[in-house]
C-alpha cells in the first residue's frame, strides 16, 4: 500500500523520470509490469554490444534504454519513462522503437512481446 502511496505522491508533484522515477521502479519493478522476471536498467547500446558481441568494432550512437525488462514467458520489452505530465508523443514512440529494434538487432533475438515498446 505504501508503494502505491508514494507513486501516487509522484504523479501528483510531476517528479522527474531521473533519479525519482527511475529509483522507485526500479526497487518495485513489478508496479511496471508483475510478468517482469529479469530487470537490467540504464542499459547503454555500447554495454550491450560489449555483453553480446565483444569482439565488434561498432561505434554506435550510446543512446540509454531506462529499462530492457525479460518477463516470465521469455518475451522481452522496452520500458523508456517519462514524467507523470508528459504527453506521449509520436517522438516518444519512435523513440522507444528504435531502442527494441537496436535491442533485437544486436542480440540476436526477436522474441518482443505484443507490447513490443512501451513509454510510461
Not at 523520470?17 to 527511475?22: A, M, S
Request: with cysteine.
Amino acid at each position: 500500500m505504501r508503494a502505491i502511496k508514494t507513486f501516487n505522491q509522484y504523479i501528483n508533484e510531476n517528479a522527474l523520470e531521473v533519479p525519482t522515477l527511475h529509483t522507485f521502479f526500479k526497487s518495485l519493478p513489478w508496479l511496471l509490469d508483475p510478468r517482469i522476471r529479469e530487470f537490467k536498467d540504464e542499459l547503454y547500446f555500447s554495454k550491450l554490444l560489449k555483453e553480446h558481441y565483444p569482439d565488434s568494432d561498432e561505434k554506435p550512437e550510446n543512446k540509454r534504454i531506462d529499462f530492457l525488462c525479460t518477463s516470465v514467458s521469455n518475451n522481452r520489452f522496452v520500458i523508456e519513462l517519462k514524467r507523470p505530465k508528459h504527453r506521449l508523443r509520436e517522438k516518444d514512440v519512435k523513440q522507444a522503437q528504435k531502442y527494441r529494434l537496436f535491442v533485437e538487432e544486436h542480440t540476436g533475438t526477436d522474441k518482443f512481446s505484443a507490447k513490443e515498446t512501451v513509454a510510461y
